[in-house]
């Protein structure tokens, strides 16, 4: 098994979701450590998901899984980005850090949109990490998996350090990078 390939796939798949948990952890009004453990819980069991779905589905559902994945991507992160950035008009400057909650619908929302990705690459991952048999496979899932969960840890703690001293400003620039993150996977998906 190639484990450094295995761990640039695990670093990419969770850069998305990194990007999301600093979000978060900006514009939530109470980031402590189960909060993070939540975050990072729900982002790194759907990056490995994802994957597992994708190997199962096999070569069969590829196709399938490439016309669609960036359209749901799009959609749901261009949906929560305007969402943030509407909410965030509607706060005072003064109050920023005091009103800001996280729905589990919101979490899952958001752990979905940013794995699409994974369920594509599970399809590929046995070829491209040399996961032959089910034991390797379960490994690779597990290692995006625990990556996954220590970045968006650490994600959210960034977020929280530095949330606040932008203000509602944060929010803004966190609906830009989800609306950016799902420009981007379509993007990647159609143009390249």
Known sequence: MDYLSLFGIAVGLSMDA???SITNGAVLKKVNLLTALKIAACFGMFQGAMPLIGWSIGKIGEQLIHTVDHWIALILLCYLGI???????KKDEADFCEKSSLKIKTLLAMAVATSIDALATGVILPSA??????????????SIS???????????????????LLHNKSTILGGIVLIGIGIKIFVEQVFI
């Open 18 to 20: 990194f990007a999301v």
């Open 83 to 89: 969402k943030m950035i509407w909410d965030s008009r």
């Open 129 to 142: 990490v040399g996961a032959e048999t089910l034991i390797q496979m379960i490994c690779s899932i597990s």
């Open 146 to 164: 625990v990556i996954t969960f220590i970045l968006c840890f650490i994600g959210v703690f960034l977020g929280k350090k530095f949330g606040c």
